[in-house]
């Protein structure tokens, strides 16, 4: 249980409180007054560059008050106009508030594909700063996709101007961004830093920019391990302060979203559930579904904390219908999780099951989608770079065909021995350009070849997860049930009076159950061993040879604990080598060895059964995906059998520190 936080008296909350709310009112009709006298202003606005400034106005009025579609359609207008007018300044900020608006809208690709106009346009126009923003926000729609590492990258190429042009501000928020990005990839320790530096960065303490950093440092704060709620406290209080000041609903929101959630978790009910309804308040159904969720699926916690049930599963079906319409599978796996935990609070085993069936094929989903984005990301990572190759290859090209031409000119007037040496210069200058392609293909091979190692990677990464999680499913989920019923079974049998033979089919029942359960244990352990993750590699593998009175295991040379991935790669092809050898060889010895120095490791598998003949069959399935285990850590798989003699598999990875 976290300490629960110490507050100010009564009284002052009750003044503190009073003062917020007579200056949200005052803020929230100066915005309207505000709106008023901007729509006033618009029928005799004349087709000048005030009137695109008027609409940046109106657009950004209606995105702080939440209503997108609006800001989009006084954006786009800016936009035609400052293309009518020819008016850079207003071009480029009116696109950039437009692709803001995208991305609130879930319009990532659209986003980027309006930044990257304008980036081609600031490079014409030879404007670093612009460019710059460009860059950025193009990294700030590859993060909004998920696509984290090549959102760093943008930010990063943008920070480095903007350092070198010691433009503070922007470098604050760049700052933040990057927290931001290192935030989702669930990397907080490393966020914090970035958070803090944005800070010192942002002249302006009351400023949104100033508001929004708060705001995502007290996330990471929030979603440390351990919490440090208190800080994550302090930073929410001044970003409510922040957003009153600056009329952004959108930011007071979230806000409360997280005191909501601090709230709770430390056992402060009521609060939380005042702060989840400021919270809804602000975020509607059909234009932010996403934090709706959020905040109505915390309602629903407060709901079952308090044992109403049915108000708590009538929210979280309306969180279930609203996450499937708008495809939030995180939001869905969340409520599916909630309506597990609410189901055995209601005693409902029935309902239980089949949420749990639901959030496992949800989770699946997750899952699949983590691994295509990561290989979308990558196919975008590829392309670019092999376009950006290609440039630079017909780029030389045309420096070369104007080099060509200018001497071509010059050649009339130059005698013939002048001549002779241009031709052979033209020639070294062909050549060079050859093998400069030759060099850019090659690379571009090597861009493939890396692309498929990788995805191969995560496809082995979500089988080790995946592994896992039924083995911990099986042994939490189906062992518990199954002792359960195993106990209530002999509760029972002590209650009746039965006849001998009847009492022997009750206790034959019970000895299956066991049986059962053994089974279920043995099933686990093979799919994850705990002693893998406890023990290590060489008491895991040693396990699993007793087992199997034919096999023997050696092992040489120091037991230093490895990667757990490669521990699990090696237990894993070790299972797989001898399974096959005791399934198809029809062996009486099989004889297991691993032998470890501190720059590699190598697992050998013989046994003397019938052998095979390794040029035709080293090509099944099996050895295929061994080889494939192999290649995904730059490994190396030796195959020696012939038919009659045995088989001999070595397999070798390098280790590295």
Not at 318 to 332: T, V
Not at 380 to 387: C, F, G, Q, R, S
Not at 406 to 421: E, K, M, P, R, T
Request: net charge negative; with cysteine.
């Amino acid at each position: 249980m976290h300490r629960i936080f110490e507050y100010k008296p009564a009284l002052a909350g009750c003044s503190l409180f009073l003062f917020l709310l007579i200056f949200c009112c005052g803020t929230v009709f100066a915005q309207a007054a505000r709106l008023d006298s901007l729509l006033q202003l618009l029928p005799s606005a004349k087709a000048d560059t005030n009137a695109v400034l008027l609409y940046l106005d109106l657009g950004e009025h209606y995105r702080k008050t939440g209503d997108l579609k609006s800001s989009a359609t006084y954006h786009l207008k800016a936009q035609a106009l400052s293309r009518e007018l020819n008016y850079l300044h207003g071009l480029f900020y009116s696109s950039d508030y437009y692709s803001f608006v995208l991305n609130r809208q879930s319009l990532y690709d659209s986003a980027i594909a309006v930044n990257r106009e304008m980036l081609v346009l600031a490079l014409k126009h030879s404007d670093a700063y612009q460019a710059a923003i460009e860059k950025w926000n193009i990294g700030a729609g590859y993060a909004n996709k998920g696509f984290n590492e090549t959102a760093l990258a943008y930010y990063i190429e943008s920070l480095a101007y903007f350092e070198q042009a010691n433009c503070r501000d922007e470098a604050g928020s760049l700052y933040n961004q990057i927290q931001t990005v290192y935030g989702r990839m669930y990397r907080y320790e490393e966020a914090i830093p970035y958070g803090e530096k944005a800070l010192v960065f942002i002249s302006d303490t009351l400023g949104a920019a100033y508001g929004h950093i708060l705001l995502n440092l007290s996330v990471c704060y929030y979603k440390l391990r351990p919490p440090q709620d208190e800080k994550a406290f302090a930073c929410l209080q001044k970003v409510l302060h922040i957003a009153a000041s600056t009329g952004d609903a959108y930011m007071e929101a979230i806000a409360y979203n997280y005191i909501a959630n601090i709230h709770f978790r430390n056992n402060r009910v009521n609060e939380s559930e005042v702060c989840y309804r400021k919270a809804l308040a602000f975020f509607r159904e059909d234009t932010y579904p996403k934090d709706f969720c959020i905040a109505n699926i915390g309602l629903a916690k407060v709901a079952m904390f308090r044992n109403d049930f049915a108000k708590a599963e009538a929210m979280a079906q309306k969180n279930l219908e609203l996450s499937r319409c708008h495809g939030i599978r995180l939001e869905e796996k969340n409520t599916l999780s909630f309506l597990w935990e609410l189901s055995a609070a209601q005693h409902n085993w029935a309902n239980r099951l089949r949420y749990k069936a639901a959030l496992d094929s949800v989770h699946n989903l997750v899952v699949n989608e983590t691994m295509l984005r990561a290989a979308e990301e990558l196919g975008v990572k590829y392309e670019t770079e092999k376009k950006e190759m290609q440039i630079t290859v017909l780029q030389e090209e045309k420096r070369l065909i104007l080099w060509l031409g200018i001497v071509g000119s010059a050649v009339l007037l130059l005698a013939l021995s002048a001549l002779f040496f241009l031709w052979r210069w033209t020639v070294q200058k062909k050549r060079l350009a050859e093998k400069q392609k030759e060099l850019a293909e090659q690379q571009i091979k090597q861009l493939e070849q890396e692309k498929q190692l990788i995805a191969t990677q995560a496809v082995l990464d979500g089988e080790v997860q995946e592994r896992t999680r039924l083995a911990r499913d099986l042994h939490d989920g189906l062992g518990s049930i199954l002792a359960a019923a195993k106990y209530n079974l002999i509760d029972i049998r002590k209650a009746l009076v039965m006849e001998s033979a009847e009492a022997e089919r009750f206790d034959n029942s019970v000895s299956l159950l066991d049986d059962s359960m053994r089974e279920m244990r043995r099933v686990a352990h093979h799919l994850m061993p705990e002693s893998l993750g406890n023990t290590g590699l060489k008491q895991s593998i040693a396990d699993f040879c007793n087992s199997v009175p034919i096999v023997k295991f050696s092992y040489y040379g120091n037991d230093t604990r490895l990667d757990s991935q490669l521990e699990v790669m090696i237990y894993r092809i070790m299972h797989e080598l001898v399974s096959n050898a005791l399934k198809h060889s029809g062996a009486s010895h099989i004889l297991v060895e691993i032998a470890q120095d501190a720059n590699r490791i190598f697992l050998t598998v013989q046994d003397n059964g019938c052998g095979f003949d390794a040029s035709t069959q080293s090509q099944g399935m099996g050895l295929a995906n061994i080889r494939n285990r192999v290649a995904a850590y730059n490994g190396n798989v030796d195959i020696h059998s012939i038919a009659g003699e045995g088989t001999e598999i070595n397999v070798e990875f390098q280790l590295f520190g």
